[in-house]
């Protein structure tokens, strides 16, 4: 991801709506993207992974979707309730390096009642 | 998944002094361990890398003497924040690398340390 130190940007929905939250990385050599949620006070928490060998990933609510192209990254929430309130950062490593990840700058996301 | 902790979850401490803070595999094996430092609405800015057994490597504009780490054994690696200054206040995560996940590689992240510096 693209960490440059900014102001997490906010995305306000409400209960109910689906939430797609996007990222942008720049290392054309990355070949494995990560969701992370993270809550106020706590350490990120895994939501779900896509290789580059793939465009399109689903898990349970949610969905990840790849650009290799624009190097575009971005997670759906489906039906997105309260407890999904939080802060969302993408990652992403080239597998030959160590597993060393890169931050995205992070959006908070807010669901309103 | 795999658990990872971290200890302490806050400390408060008086410039100058120096804080360890503990990051502990608790049921695998990390021959890899990253520290993270994360300022108020900011994103995790990797610090350096721990392996266990020798030295770590830290990321480009880190100091190493500042920030101490030691990966002594397969499920533990502290880092030492020593002569701390208030600039040096911040949210500390460590994860570990679990080298049998098989396909997925995951890291597991810790709690996070709160580190205020007076």
Same mark, same amino acid.
């Given at each position: 991801g693209e960490s440059v130190g900014l102001h997490l940007p906010t995305l ?6 689906? !939430?797609?939250i996007n990222c942008a990385y720049s290392?054309?050599? $990355?070949?494995?993207?990560?969701w992370y949620?993270q809550?106020? +006070? ?31 990254l !971005? ?9 999904? $309130?939080?802060v969302y950062f993408c990652a992403d490593?080239?597998? +030959? ?5 890169t931050f995205g700058t992070g959006t908070r ?5 | ?37 994360q300022f108020?609405k900011q994103s995790l800015m ?73």
């Open positions: 306000s929905v409400q209960e109910g709506d689906n !939430s797609i290392n054309s050599a $990355s070949d494995y993207f990560i949620k809550e106020s +006070g706590k350490g990120p928490q895994f939501i779900i992974d896509i290789r580059s060998n793939m465009d399109k990933r689903q898990g349970q609510r949610v969905t990840v979707l790849l650009n290799k192209t624009v190097k575009h !971005s997670l759906q929430i489906a039906a997105t309730q309260p407890g999904d $309130s939080a490593y080239n597998t +030959g390096t160590a597993s060393k990840l996301l807010q669901v309103t009642l | 998944g795999a658990v990872v902790s971290q200890h302490p979850s806050r400390v408060i401490c008086k410039s100058g002094t120096s804080v360890k803070i503990e990051c502990r595999s608790l049921d695998f094996q990390a021959t890899t361990m990253f520290w993270y430092r108020p990797l610090m350096a890398t721990s392996n266990e057994g020798s030295k770590a490597t830290y990321e480009q504009g880190v100091e190493k003497d500042k920030f101490l780490i030691n990966h002594a054994s397969l499920t533990l690696s502290t880092l030492t924040v020593t002569s701390a200054h208030p600039e040096d206040s911040s949210f500390y995560i460590c994860s570990a690398y679990d080298a049998s996940g098989g396909v997925n590689n995951e890291q597991f992240f810790g709690p996070g340390t709160r580190l205020t510096v007076l």
